[in-house]
């Protein structure tokens, strides 16, 4: 199947007793009996598939696996809490028999960095930041660390680099350190990174895989290798998927194509509009000839879709000024999130990347008249008149 057919059908209309529901329902039993103990003994032994209490496995919450596992093309998928737990449980499950030591990109989600250098480096864990859109450079830092795990995003957060994912991923193979990727702001829908060589791909599903604002999960879709760690850190410490959460994802997952599809349009037009505005600096858009990785872009995102996160620097503009703008916004949601169907513009400076001083935000380039957009799927035209307005002349 197509992409966009198995984002409508994996996963669902397993069969239930003697019938077969059309979408799967919402499985709320703590706990599951079967006629047989021996039956049971085996479920429990992971001798034979079926749920047996929800800290191991809930069959909603297995529906959702399965559908996302076949989207990244993984061996297996596991939905925990939130994204961040599917990240941490991920460095932890890398980590476990390897060095405790990470090679990182210098700019990512700011409480990805935030969990790195202090939870984990709490832990005795070290971690060395490198360009990863600098190849030399992320190659010799993973030559010099040795380290047991390299983290990058698909598309970072908040600059929208693309790093060359399938040469990061020779090079970590190389070095015996698993990959893991953050691919939330590519979805599996524009960039698959097990396909590319990572061993651990992320997700926080509760953006674009949910897509609707109302569900706070994770996900990660693992290699062969690394599962059965990752599987017993799940079960052993519990930090589980809900199944409303679960169903609700899955609704969302439904829609994903037709989402992005949009999304990703409206963002192209609207990076177009904002690179002629007065008021703005400078425009960061995957899609722009123009970007560093434009060599990469084209060579590992689909041709024309390029996410749908933007971002741009406000002309002389600061903290008071870029307050000034989200607050004439009429439609468009100041909030803190992204992958909604509607558009949301965050200032990271405030929110995504808080934890992280400002020295070290401005080393990155994350500068404090920077704002995000995450581009929705209402029209086009609405959008940009929404922003026009409150940028003014």
């Known amino acids: 199947m197509k992409f966009e057919s198995k984002t409508v059908h994996a996963g669902d209309r397993k069969k239930a007793g003697n019938f077969i529901p059309v979408t799967t329902p919402i499985y709320t039993a703590s706990s599951y009996a079967y006629d047989s103990m021996d039956q049971l003994d085996r479920v429990f032994g992971r001798e034979e598939q079926g749920p047996s209490y929800a800290r191991y496995d809930n069959p909603t919450v297995s529906a959702l696996q399965d559908l996302v596992n076949e989207l990244e093309a993984g061996h297996a998928t596991i939905a925990c809490s939130s994204g961040m737990m599917a990240l941490h ?25 935030h969990m790195l250098m202090t939870i984990f480096g709490a832990l005795g864990v070290e971690t060395t930041f490198a360009d990863a859109s600098d190849l030399p450079a992320f190659e010799a830092a993973i030559s010099e660390v040795k380290p047991g795990a390299v983290v990058v995003e698909s598309i970072t957060n908040p600059l929208l680099r693309v790093c060359a994912l399938d040469q990061i991923a020779a090079i970590a193979r190389r070095a ?6 953050d691919n939330t702001f590519a979805t599996p829908m524009l960039m698959r990174p097990l396909e590319l060589g990572a061993s651990i791909v992320i997700h926080s599903a509760t953006k674009y895989l949910a897509g609707h604002g109302d ?48 999304q990703c349009a409206n963002a192209c037009k609207l990076a177009s509009w904002l690179a002629t505005h007065p008021r703005v600096a400078k ?16 060579r590992l995102l689909p041709s024309g879709q390029y996410g749908a996160m933007i971002a741009f620097e406000l002309k002389d503009g600061a903290k008071p000024e870029v307050f000034a703008l989200m607050e004439k916004l009429q439609m468009i949601v100041c909030a803190t999130s992204l992958g909604d169907v509607h558009t949301m513009m965050l200032y990271p400076a405030m929110a995504s990347h808080r934890d992280l001083s400002p020295k070290h935000r401005e080393r990155l380039g994350i500068g404090n008249s920077l704002v995000r957009i995450s581009t929705g799927i209402e029209a086009i035209e609405d959008i940009i008149a929404d922003l026009d307005q409150a940028l003014g002349r």
């Open 89 to 113: 449980l991920s460095v932890l499950a890398a980590l476990v028999d390897r060095p405790k030591r990470v090679v990182a990109g210098h700019v990512l989600y700011g409480a990805t960095t």
């Open 215 to 262: 569900v706070l999960g994770g996900v990660i879709v693992s290699d062969a290798e690394n599962f059965e760690v990752l599987n017993t850190l799940l079960r052993t410490i519990g930090p589980n998927l809900g199944p409303f959460e679960a169903y609700l994802t899955m609704r969302g997952i439904k829609t994903l194509a037709l989402r992005m599809e949009k």
């Open 176 to 181: 015996g350190a698993p990959l893991i990727v």
């Open 283 to 298: 425009v960061y858009f995957p899609g722009d000839p123009a970007h560093p990785d434009a060599a990469t872009v084209k």
